[in-house]
């Protein structure tokens, strides 16, 4: 309700200038561009992802989530995915967490298909627990208040869930997670690989502990912090991050894979770049990938300081995927060309939109989609002119005008928007535009402060 209130003026400014800009020519207002901040941005985005959230409080006030009574501190993901071919994984996940309410006698996790083996408390005392479905009710030896931390470990293993697109994929001699699902509903899928507060909301540090055969490379999230070989010849791959993320955005990529490092001198210092990528595609992927380092001091300047600690790319047989810190990028895609510049120009934007940010919910999706989708336009009139960012913007505004109300069931507001259009051309293209216009109506010395 409190969006309502709060977003439909704001949407409506905007669409009267969009109107406005069809009517008078839609770019001269790009020509005033030039100016930076780190702060303005930043605020337009914090101010709708706040009024998102309200709303969000408001729409579920009698549908809780999870993150309601639980705050994940940090996973301590131990996964093995030592034999690809039989399709399967085990893990123990320790689970360090607090609560903001005055007692809980249970921790409430998301876990799809895997089946759990056992519950143990830090203490390794064996704790009683239900799984029905996806939910996963563990019974805690002694209750919980605010300011306590407790640590749970889950053992569980299995063949574990996607779908076409979304969830944990085995791929010939590869396997890796996509943490979203376009025909999932709720579309978070961290819980197709460990046990999880599985939504936009909760936030939380993550260890990843990843054995795989001698042959195979795992690469997640954050730095990589040591590669141990163990006893039964696996190696263990240790991987930390150290900024919070919601659960689509952990990752894990496993495969013969070889690695082309790079740097890019950052607003904050040196920034390491991955791109572990097949190892037909070294050659290729120097050539895919020769503007990243242009591109993120595009971005830097426009929206601040990179905000994590590595910039990776990794090439999946699906994608693309904005895992922070670990682009899944499609193999294809790596070409040795700049075909598809485009496409990771859009993903490593959501590491400031979406990843640094998150939308409270899929209903306001188009806050990490729709700002990749205008970033594809933003990125090429900084690199290339204005010309090829007005030739960008066009194709959208005409299937935002012509065509997608007879896609998407007739004229839809950007939020809330309905599970199936999660991923569809409104959230994309028309919150494209609708930033785009955000833009003229402000002005750049507003709107990038
Ligand atoms: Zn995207």
């Given at each position: 309700m409190f969006k309502f209130i709060g977003l439909i003026p704001i949407i409506g400014l905007i669409l009267r200038k969009f109107n406005k800009i069809l009517q008078f020519g839609q770019?001269?207002?790009?020509?005033r561009m030039i100016m930076i901040s780190k702060v303005s941005i930043k605020s337009v985005v914090l101010t709708l992802c706040t009024l998102a959230g309200l709303h969000l409080m408001a729409q579920n006030h009698s549908n809780r989530m999870l993150s309601d009574t639980i705050d994940v501190v940090n996973y301590e993901l131990n996964l093995?995915?030592?034999?690809?071919?039989?399709q399967t994984i085990s893990g123990k996940a320790g689970i360090r967490f607090t609560t903001p309410?005055?007692?809980?006698?249970q921790l409430i996790l998301e876990l799809k298909q895997l089946q759990v083996d056992s519950v143990k408390s830090d203490n390794d005392v064996l704790l009683g627990f239900t799984h029905v479905g996806n939910r996963l009710s563990i019974y805690l030896d002694q209750a919980m208040s605010v300011g306590d931390t407790s640590l749970v470990y889950v053992f569980y293993h299995g063949t574990p869930f996607h779908e076409a697109w979304g969830g944990f994929h085995f791929a010939g001699s590869y396997a890796f997670n996509l943490g979203v699902g376009f025909e999932s509903i709720p579309h978070n899928l961290g819980k197709t690989w460990f046990p999880c507060v599985d939504d936009f909301v909760d936030r939380a540090f993550y260890d990843y502990h990843i054995s795989v055969d001698n042959t195979n490379y795992a690469v997640c999230g954050g730095l990589l912090q040591s590669i141990s070989t163990m006893c039964d010849g696996t190696l263990m791959f240790h991987w930390k991050s150290d900024r919070t993320l919601p659960t689509y955005l952990a990752s894990v990529a496993i495969g013969p894979y070889e690695l082309v490092a790079d740097t890019v001198s950052g607003e904050a210092g040196q920034i390491p770049i991955t791109y572990y990528v097949r190892p037909s595609d070294t050659t290729r992927a120097r050539g895919s990938f020769i503007n990243l380092p242009l591109i993120t001091g595009i971005y830097e300047e426009a929206?601040?300081?990179?905000?994590?600690q590595r910039i990776g790319i990794t090439g999946t047989s699906l994608g693309a995927m904005e895992h922070a810190e670990n682009i899944f990028y499609?193999?294809?895609?790596?070409?040795?060309?700049?075909?598809?510049e485009w496409l990771y120009a859009h993903e490593l934007s959501h590491m400031w939109f979406g990843n640094k940010v998150t939308c409270a919910s899929d209903a306001d999706i188009w806050l990490n989609e729709g700002w990749a989708r205008w970033c594809e336009t933003y990125f090429r009139e900084k690199l290339y002119g204005i010309e090829a960012a007005r030739n960008n913007m066009r194709p959208l505004m005409k299937n935002v005008l012509q065509y997608i109300h007879t896609k998407e069931g007739g004229y839809r507001p950007l939020s809330p928007m309905p599970p199936e259009y999660t991923y569809g051309d409104n959230v994309y293209d028309k919150g494209g535009i609708v930033t785009h216009a955000l833009r003229g109506y402000l002005g750049d010395s507003l709107f990038f402060g």
């Open positions: 770019f001269n207002h790009i020509n093995s995915v030592t034999d690809l071919s039989s309410l005055t007692e809980i006698n929206f601040g300081a990179y905000p994590f499609p193999n294809g895609s790596i070409n040795g060309t700049l075909s598809d």
